[in-house]
Structures are given as structure tokens and as C-alpha cells.
């Protein structure tokens, strides 16, 4: 079973509709991230949370905002959507505590189209 | 401004070579290090990291060297194999628990 999972897989949508991913971890961590990647730019970091009642923007978080509803649920929403938000979005998860550090634990990615 | 460089887009090998591939970095307050894997359709899946105290850290196949003066990482996989075809991130961080990213480098290994 996955320890990070992200739904949608993949989703098309149209400018200015309302989308909502979510992640859900059974990993137990209390810290979760979204970034999102594109073509030649890597993975930029949109939000993170360090625990339930923590929210901090990451360095792209213009047009996005996010909720964790419990330790294991983080969702990324997109009020609007616009086309430039067409990208591939990852759900992340860490442990400090953890024998691997600061490792960040992935799951498998949300394809966002916005048409 | 990147602050995690990774100037080669891609890189081609021969099975059985090895593979070298590099991170520059420019922030000096980064005291950790990660190396990790992507195949398409996947997220990222860690490989190997080293402390800003280590200046080398093996696993199997994979060596990760840290040249802290010369602000300067390279992962050496030995010896390399179709497999290990795939997107190659490096990542730094601090003590703010964020990483910051390269932009990757696709290494592909021909049989």
C-alpha cells in the first residue's frame, strides 16, 4: 500500500473553475509540503505545514491555498484555475525525527490541466 | 535566484560506466544534502543524502561527494544500468526543514 497518496491522478479542467487535490499519508508524519513541477524548472515549493494547526507559504503560493484537515490530510486548492497553473503537483511528507533526517517522502503526483 | 543548480538538462551512458552527475549550490547555510530518482508517472523517491559534516556517503552503487569550499555536490553511480534511466534531483536544506530543488538532470543508460 502507498504511504502517500494524491487524488486526482490526473485532472482537465477550465480557466476559472474551482479545483481541490488531496493527499492523505499513513506514514504518521507530522510535517506535509505541495510543490508543483514543471518542464525545466524542477519542483517549486507552494505550501507546508509542520503540523495541524501550522500553514506557511512556500515560494510559490500566489493563486493557491490549503487546508489540513487532520495529521494525515493535506489539500491544495486552486480558487480560479488558469492555464499557467497547468502543471504536475506533488504531496509530500517528513519525519525529523526519523532515522533518514529531513528526508521528504513523495507521492505519486496529481497532472493538473487547465484548458 | 536559484540557489540549487544543476547545469546539465541531460546526460547519456553506457551500461556498465559510470555516471557522474553534478549539483552546485550557493546558499552556505544548506547543511544537508539529498540525491533523488524520478521515472515518469512517479513522484520523486529519495536515494542518498550526506551532512554538511561528510565530505563522502556510499550506498551500494551510489557514492555522494560534498565539496563544501567549492560549494559543490556529485553523485557517482558505479556501475551504471538501464534502471537507473531517469530524472536525477538534487536538493538542499536547512534548518527550516525545506528543500529546495535543482531542475534535474535526465540520465539515460544505454545498454
Redo the contacts between chains.
Keep these: 500500500d502507498a504511504d502517500v497518496t494524491q487524488t486526482p491522478r490526473n485532472r482537465i479542467t477550465k480557466t476559472g473553475k474551482r479545483i481541490m487535490l488531496e493527499c492523505s499519508q499513513t506514514k504518521g508524519h507530522d510535517r506535509m509540503y505541495w510543490y508543483r513541477q514543471d518542464p525545466g524548472l524542477g519542483l517549486r515549493l507552494i505550501y507546508y505545514s509542520f503540523d495541524v494547526k501550522d500553514i506557511n507559504k512556500g515560494e510559490i503560493s500566489d493563486g493557491y491555498s490549503v487546508s489540513r484537515q487532520a495529521q494525515a490530510k493535506f489539500s491544495l486548492s486552486l480558487e480560479s484555475a488558469i492555464p499557467n497553473q497547468t502543471a504536475l503537483y506533488f504531496c509530500a511528507t517528513s519525519d525529523p525525527r526519523g532515522l533518514a533526517g529531513n528526508e521528504q517522502f513523495f507521492g505519486p503526483g496529481t497532472r493538473l490541466t487547465v484548458l | 535566484d536559484q540557489q540549487v543548480k544543476?547545469n546539465s538538462?541531460s546526460l547519456s551512458v553506457q551500461e556498465g560506466r559510470i555516471s557522474i552527475l553534478n549539483c552546485d549550490y550557493t546558499n552556505s547555510m544548506f547543511d544537508?544534502f539529498?540525491w533523488?530518482k524520478k521515472y515518469p508517472?512517479?513522484?520523486?523517491?529519495?536515494l542518498i543524502?550526506i551532512s554538511s559534516i561528510k565530505d563522502k556517503n556510499e550506498d551500494g552503487r551510489f557514492t555522494v561527494f560534498l565539496n563544501k569550499s567549492a560549494k559543490h555536490l556529485s553523485l557517482h553511480i558505479v556501475p551504471s544500468q538501464p534502471g537507473d534511466s531517469a530524472v536525477y534531483?538534487c536538493?538542499a536544506?536547512g534548518s527550516n526543514?525545506?528543500?529546495?530543488?535543482?531542475?534535474?538532470t535526465l540520465l539515460t543508460v544505454n545498454p
Excluded: D, I, R
Design positions: 544543476q538538462p544537508y539529498l533523488y508517472a512517479e513522484g520523486p523517491t529519495f543524502s534531483f536538493a536544506g526543514y525545506k528543500l529546495t530543488f535543482g531542475k534535474g
